[in-house]
Protein backbone atom coordinates (compact mmCIF):
# COMPACT_ATOMS: atom_id res chain seq x y z
CA UNK A 1 0.00 0.00 0.00
CA UNK A 2 1.60 3.08 -1.37
CA UNK A 3 1.50 6.21 1.25
CA UNK A 4 0.24 9.67 0.20
CA UNK A 5 1.97 11.32 -2.29
CA UNK A 6 4.09 14.34 -1.69
CA UNK A 7 3.09 17.56 -2.38
CA UNK A 8 4.93 19.98 -4.56
CA UNK A 9 5.14 23.69 -3.05
CA UNK A 10 3.97 25.86 -6.22
CA UNK A 11 7.07 27.93 -6.97
CA UNK A 12 6.49 31.76 -5.93
CA UNK A 13 6.18 34.55 -8.76
CA UNK A 14 9.47 36.49 -8.79
CA UNK A 15 7.72 40.11 -7.58
CA UNK A 16 6.41 38.39 -4.54
CA UNK A 17 10.19 37.66 -4.21
CA UNK A 18 11.20 41.34 -4.35
CA UNK A 19 8.59 41.82 -2.37
CA UNK A 20 10.14 39.94 0.67
CA UNK A 21 13.28 40.93 0.14
CA UNK A 22 12.52 44.89 0.21
CA UNK A 23 10.27 44.16 3.16
CA UNK A 24 8.30 47.72 3.34
CA UNK A 25 10.63 49.46 2.03
CA UNK A 26 9.87 48.86 -1.22
CA UNK A 27 6.03 50.01 -1.55
CA UNK A 28 7.04 52.94 0.29
CA UNK A 29 9.75 53.72 -2.73
CA UNK A 30 7.08 53.04 -5.04
CA UNK A 31 5.00 55.45 -3.64
CA UNK A 32 7.69 58.18 -3.88
CA UNK A 33 8.45 57.63 -7.14
CA UNK A 34 4.50 57.77 -8.25
CA UNK A 35 3.75 61.10 -6.10
CA UNK A 36 6.34 62.26 -7.65
CA UNK A 37 5.27 61.49 -11.00
CA UNK A 38 1.77 62.46 -10.65
CA UNK A 39 2.38 65.40 -8.65
CA UNK A 40 0.90 67.96 -11.27
CA UNK A 41 -2.23 66.06 -11.01
CA UNK A 42 -2.06 66.01 -6.95
CA UNK A 43 -1.37 69.46 -6.37
CA UNK A 44 -4.52 71.71 -5.21
CA UNK A 45 -2.61 74.83 -6.01
CA UNK A 46 -0.25 76.54 -8.51
CA UNK A 47 3.04 75.95 -6.35
CA UNK A 48 4.69 79.26 -8.08
CA UNK A 49 1.22 81.09 -7.58
CA UNK A 50 1.03 83.18 -3.72
CA UNK A 51 -0.50 85.82 -1.94
CA UNK A 52 0.86 88.15 0.37
CA UNK A 53 -2.38 88.33 2.56
CA UNK A 54 -1.53 84.58 3.19
CA UNK A 55 1.80 84.19 4.37
CA UNK A 56 3.45 82.37 6.40
CA UNK A 57 0.19 80.38 7.50
CA UNK A 58 0.79 77.58 10.13
CA UNK A 59 -0.28 74.04 9.32
CA UNK A 60 -3.72 73.51 9.03
CA UNK A 61 -4.99 76.75 7.73
CA UNK A 62 -8.14 76.35 5.97
CA UNK A 63 -7.20 75.09 2.69
CA UNK A 64 -3.77 74.99 3.50
CA UNK A 65 -3.32 71.41 5.44
CA UNK A 66 1.07 72.35 5.34
CA UNK A 67 0.38 76.02 5.51
CA UNK A 68 2.48 78.62 3.52
CA UNK A 69 5.30 80.24 2.58
CA UNK A 70 6.83 83.62 3.04
CA UNK A 71 5.38 84.36 -0.01
CA UNK A 72 1.66 82.61 0.49
CA UNK A 73 2.49 79.65 -1.97
CA UNK A 74 0.90 76.99 -0.55
CA UNK A 75 3.86 74.29 0.47
CA UNK A 76 1.59 70.86 0.04
CA UNK A 77 1.73 71.77 -3.56
CA UNK A 78 5.30 72.77 -3.34
CA UNK A 79 6.20 70.13 -1.43
CA UNK A 80 4.86 67.34 -4.05
CA UNK A 81 5.87 69.65 -7.07
CA UNK A 82 9.53 69.62 -5.69
CA UNK A 83 9.55 65.63 -5.46
CA UNK A 84 10.34 65.34 -8.66
CA UNK A 85 13.40 67.55 -9.37
CA UNK A 86 14.66 66.00 -6.03
CA UNK A 87 14.14 62.27 -6.85
CA UNK A 88 15.89 62.71 -10.06
CA UNK A 89 18.88 64.52 -8.55
CA UNK A 90 19.05 61.63 -6.66
CA UNK A 91 18.37 58.78 -9.02
CA UNK A 92 20.19 60.01 -12.04
CA UNK A 93 23.40 60.68 -10.67
CA UNK A 94 23.37 57.16 -9.02
CA UNK A 95 22.56 55.49 -12.47
CA UNK A 96 25.26 56.97 -14.46
CA UNK A 97 27.68 56.31 -11.93
CA UNK A 98 26.67 52.59 -11.70
CA UNK A 99 27.08 52.58 -15.25
CA UNK A 100 30.69 54.44 -15.87
CA UNK A 101 31.76 52.69 -11.97
CA UNK A 102 30.69 49.33 -13.39
CA UNK A 103 32.50 49.84 -16.67
CA UNK A 104 35.48 50.89 -15.01
CA UNK A 105 35.45 48.65 -12.03
CA UNK A 106 35.43 45.72 -14.87
CA UNK A 107 37.94 46.89 -16.75
CA UNK A 108 40.60 47.06 -14.26
CA UNK A 109 39.56 43.71 -12.47
CA UNK A 110 40.13 41.92 -16.15
CA UNK A 111 42.64 44.20 -17.38
CA UNK A 112 47.00 43.93 -16.77
CA UNK A 113 48.99 45.44 -14.25
CA UNK A 114 49.14 48.82 -16.16
CA UNK A 115 45.42 49.53 -16.96
CA UNK A 116 44.96 48.17 -13.68
CA UNK A 117 47.12 50.80 -11.52
CA UNK A 118 46.00 53.84 -14.28
CA UNK A 119 42.60 53.43 -13.48
CA UNK A 120 42.67 52.92 -9.74
CA UNK A 121 45.03 55.56 -9.12
CA UNK A 122 42.69 58.69 -11.21
CA UNK A 123 39.90 56.72 -8.89
CA UNK A 124 42.12 57.37 -6.22
CA UNK A 125 42.39 61.06 -6.47
CA UNK A 126 38.67 61.69 -6.74
CA UNK A 127 38.38 59.44 -3.68
CA UNK A 128 40.22 61.61 -1.41
CA UNK A 129 38.36 64.29 -1.80
CA UNK A 130 35.06 64.51 0.51
CA UNK A 131 32.22 63.69 -1.33
CA UNK A 132 30.07 66.80 -0.47
CA UNK A 133 33.58 68.97 -0.92
CA UNK A 134 33.96 67.45 -4.32
CA UNK A 135 30.36 68.16 -5.51
CA UNK A 136 30.52 71.85 -4.12
CA UNK A 137 33.33 72.31 -6.05
CA UNK A 138 32.40 70.88 -9.18
CA UNK A 139 28.75 72.96 -8.78
CA UNK A 140 30.51 75.79 -8.40
CA UNK A 141 32.99 76.09 -11.40
CA UNK A 142 29.89 74.94 -13.78
CA UNK A 143 26.46 77.22 -13.92
CA UNK A 144 23.86 76.06 -11.04
CA UNK A 145 21.12 74.12 -11.92
CA UNK A 146 19.70 70.31 -12.41
CA UNK A 147 22.36 69.14 -14.63
CA UNK A 148 25.06 70.63 -12.58
CA UNK A 149 23.75 69.06 -9.95
CA UNK A 150 23.70 65.45 -12.06
CA UNK A 151 26.88 66.00 -13.28
CA UNK A 152 28.83 67.05 -10.16
CA UNK A 153 26.94 64.04 -8.25
CA UNK A 154 27.61 61.31 -10.95
CA UNK A 155 31.53 62.39 -10.31
CA UNK A 156 31.57 61.89 -6.84
CA UNK A 157 29.55 58.55 -6.81
CA UNK A 158 31.55 56.14 -9.71
CA UNK A 159 34.91 55.91 -7.99
CA UNK A 160 33.28 54.37 -4.61
CA UNK A 161 30.41 51.82 -7.39
CA UNK A 162 34.13 51.23 -9.44
CA UNK A 163 35.93 49.78 -6.09
CA UNK A 164 32.78 47.66 -5.46
CA UNK A 165 32.35 46.07 -9.06
CA UNK A 166 37.05 46.04 -8.90
CA UNK A 167 36.84 44.38 -6.06
CA UNK A 168 34.35 41.55 -7.45
CA UNK A 169 35.99 41.31 -10.70
CA UNK A 170 39.07 41.13 -8.97
CA UNK A 171 37.73 37.92 -7.25
CA UNK A 172 36.56 35.93 -9.79
CA UNK A 173 39.41 36.83 -12.50
CA UNK A 174 40.91 33.47 -11.84
CA UNK A 175 38.11 31.07 -11.37
CA UNK A 176 38.62 27.80 -13.59
CA UNK A 177 35.60 28.94 -15.85
CA UNK A 178 36.69 32.51 -16.66
CA UNK A 179 40.25 30.58 -17.89
CA UNK A 180 38.41 27.97 -19.92
CA UNK A 181 36.45 30.65 -21.93
CA UNK A 182 39.91 32.47 -22.11
CA UNK A 183 41.24 29.12 -23.94
CA UNK A 184 38.00 28.55 -26.19
CA UNK A 185 38.90 32.00 -27.43
CA UNK A 186 36.60 34.38 -25.67
CA UNK A 187 37.99 37.79 -26.29
CA UNK A 188 37.89 40.72 -23.52
CA UNK A 189 34.67 41.90 -24.28
CA UNK A 190 32.33 38.82 -24.39
CA UNK A 191 34.48 37.38 -20.91
CA UNK A 192 33.71 41.00 -19.84
CA UNK A 193 29.63 41.13 -20.73
CA UNK A 194 28.84 37.46 -20.54
CA UNK A 195 31.30 35.79 -17.28
CA UNK A 196 32.21 39.11 -15.61
CA UNK A 197 29.11 41.29 -15.72
CA UNK A 198 26.06 38.42 -14.48
CA UNK A 199 28.13 38.32 -11.58
CA UNK A 200 29.64 41.81 -10.23
CA UNK A 201 26.05 43.24 -11.17
CA UNK A 202 23.99 42.31 -8.31
CA UNK A 203 26.52 42.83 -5.81
CA UNK A 204 26.73 47.01 -7.91
CA UNK A 205 23.06 47.13 -7.98
CA UNK A 206 22.21 46.59 -4.58
CA UNK A 207 25.42 48.68 -3.60
CA UNK A 208 23.26 51.44 -5.43
CA UNK A 209 20.54 51.11 -4.18
CA UNK A 210 22.17 52.61 -1.06
CA UNK A 211 23.71 55.77 -2.76
CA UNK A 212 19.90 57.12 -3.71
CA UNK A 213 19.29 58.55 -0.27
CA UNK A 214 22.70 59.81 0.22
CA UNK A 215 22.76 61.60 -3.68
CA UNK A 216 19.15 62.93 -2.35
CA UNK A 217 20.70 64.58 0.52
CA UNK A 218 23.35 65.54 -1.33
CA UNK A 219 21.44 67.13 -4.07
CA UNK A 220 19.31 69.12 -1.27
CA UNK A 221 22.80 70.44 0.18
CA UNK A 222 23.67 72.19 -2.88
CA UNK A 223 20.48 73.27 -3.78
CA UNK A 224 20.30 74.78 0.02
CA UNK A 225 23.81 76.86 -0.62
CA UNK A 226 22.57 78.34 -3.63
CA UNK A 227 24.49 76.44 -6.12
CA UNK A 228 22.08 73.52 -7.48
CA UNK A 229 19.04 74.18 -8.31
CA UNK A 230 17.80 77.92 -7.86
CA UNK A 231 14.86 79.26 -6.73
CA UNK A 232 11.71 80.47 -7.56
CA UNK A 233 11.57 76.39 -8.67
CA UNK A 234 10.23 73.77 -6.66
CA UNK A 235 12.53 71.39 -5.24
CA UNK A 236 13.02 70.90 -1.64
CA UNK A 237 16.50 72.04 -1.07
CA UNK A 238 15.79 75.25 -2.86
CA UNK A 239 12.68 75.75 -0.74
CA UNK A 240 14.95 75.05 2.53
CA UNK A 241 17.00 78.07 1.55
CA UNK A 242 14.16 80.16 1.02
CA UNK A 243 12.68 79.22 4.47
CA UNK A 244 15.86 79.74 6.42
CA UNK A 245 14.30 83.25 7.59
CA UNK A 246 11.41 82.02 8.52
CA UNK A 247 13.13 78.92 10.80
CA UNK A 248 12.78 80.94 14.39
CA UNK A 249 9.39 82.90 13.65
CA UNK A 250 7.76 79.54 11.54
CA UNK A 251 9.77 76.67 12.67
CA UNK A 252 6.88 74.34 11.59
CA UNK A 253 6.82 75.61 8.07
CA UNK A 254 10.68 75.95 7.56
CA UNK A 255 11.72 71.86 8.88
CA UNK A 256 9.00 70.35 6.30
CA UNK A 257 11.34 70.22 3.70
CA UNK A 258 13.59 69.11 5.72
CA UNK A 259 11.64 66.67 6.99
CA UNK A 260 11.01 65.27 3.59
CA UNK A 261 14.59 65.07 2.85
CA UNK A 262 14.91 62.93 5.49
CA UNK A 263 12.04 60.73 5.28
CA UNK A 264 13.08 60.08 1.33
CA UNK A 265 16.99 59.81 2.49
CA UNK A 266 15.65 56.63 5.03
CA UNK A 267 12.97 54.88 2.41
CA UNK A 268 16.18 54.46 0.54
CA UNK A 269 18.62 53.47 2.89
CA UNK A 270 16.34 50.90 4.28
CA UNK A 271 15.78 49.63 0.55
CA UNK A 272 19.62 49.08 0.09
CA UNK A 273 19.97 47.36 3.79
CA UNK A 274 17.09 45.43 3.02
CA UNK A 275 18.31 44.12 -0.56
CA UNK A 276 21.75 43.81 0.58
CA UNK A 277 21.20 41.46 3.65
CA UNK A 278 19.06 39.41 1.61
CA UNK A 279 21.30 39.00 -1.47
CA UNK A 280 24.44 39.09 0.70
CA UNK A 281 22.40 35.86 2.93
CA UNK A 282 21.71 33.84 -0.09
CA UNK A 283 24.98 32.04 -2.05
CA UNK A 284 22.97 30.74 -5.05
CA UNK A 285 21.24 33.67 -5.62
CA UNK A 286 24.36 35.53 -7.49
CA UNK A 287 26.14 32.59 -8.73
CA UNK A 288 24.22 30.95 -11.45
CA UNK A 289 23.49 26.54 -11.08
CA UNK A 290 26.81 25.15 -12.11
CA UNK A 291 28.65 27.99 -12.01
CA UNK A 292 31.95 26.75 -9.92
CA UNK A 293 33.45 28.55 -6.88
CA UNK A 294 36.73 29.94 -6.89
CA UNK A 295 39.08 27.30 -7.60
CA UNK A 296 41.09 28.75 -4.42
CA UNK A 297 38.18 29.19 -2.24
CA UNK A 298 37.32 26.23 0.09
CA UNK A 299 34.33 24.39 -0.68
CA UNK A 300 32.75 21.07 1.05
CA UNK A 301 31.27 19.51 -2.06
CA UNK A 302 30.03 16.45 -0.16
CA UNK A 303 28.43 18.52 3.04
CA UNK A 304 25.28 20.31 2.04
CA UNK A 305 25.25 23.37 4.38
CA UNK A 306 22.39 23.13 6.86
CA UNK A 307 21.18 25.50 9.37
CA UNK A 308 20.19 23.64 12.16
CA UNK A 309 23.20 20.69 11.46
CA UNK A 310 25.61 21.21 14.55
CA UNK A 311 28.44 22.31 13.68
CA UNK A 312 31.79 21.62 15.23
CA UNK A 313 33.45 24.15 18.05
CA UNK A 314 37.01 23.25 16.52
CA UNK A 315 36.13 23.50 12.59
CA UNK A 316 36.20 26.97 11.41
CA UNK A 317 33.22 28.09 9.72
CA UNK A 318 33.52 29.52 6.23
CA UNK A 319 30.51 31.35 6.07
CA UNK A 320 32.96 34.69 4.68
CA UNK A 321 33.87 33.02 1.92
CA UNK A 322 32.12 30.17 0.64
CA UNK A 323 28.44 31.84 1.10
CA UNK A 324 29.55 35.62 -0.17
CA UNK A 325 28.49 35.21 -4.15
CA UNK A 326 26.57 38.98 -3.73
CA UNK A 327 29.39 40.62 -2.40
CA UNK A 328 33.28 41.14 -3.20
CA UNK A 329 35.39 39.94 0.10
CA UNK A 330 36.34 42.51 2.59
CA UNK A 331 35.23 45.65 0.91
CA UNK A 332 30.89 44.11 -0.04
CA UNK A 333 28.33 44.83 1.85
CA UNK A 334 30.37 46.53 4.74
CA UNK A 335 31.79 48.84 2.07
CA UNK A 336 30.69 52.55 3.34
CA UNK A 337 29.16 55.47 1.43
CA UNK A 338 31.24 57.97 -0.61
CA UNK A 339 31.10 60.36 2.37
CA UNK A 340 32.11 57.65 5.53
CA UNK A 341 35.03 56.13 3.37
CA UNK A 342 36.77 59.71 2.91
Same mark, same amino acid.
Given at each position: ?????????? %??????????????????????????? /???????????AGSLHERLLDPGAPGHPLGTDGQGRDMLSRLLLGARPSLACGIVPVAVATLAGTALGVTAGLGGRVTEQVLLRALDVLYAF????? #?? /????? &????????????????? %?? $?????????????????? @?????????????? &???? &?????? $?????????????????????? &????????????????????????????? #???? #?????? #?????????? /???????????? /????????????????????????????????????????????????????? @????
Open positions: MTGPRPVRAR %PRPPWRALLRTGGRALPAVLVLLLVAA /AAPLLAPYDPAPGILL #AI /AIATL &LEGGAGTTVLALSVVLT %PA $VARVAFTEARRIRSTEYL @EAARVSGAGPAVLA &LRQV &LPVVAP $VVLVYSSSLVGLAVVYAAGLSL &LGIGVAPPAAEWGAMLDELRPSLLTHPWI #AVQP #ALTVLA #ASVVFNTLGE /ALRHRIGGEPHD /AHGAGEPHDAGEPHDAGEPHDAGEPHDAGEPRHTGERHDTGGASADRGRHPAP @EAAR
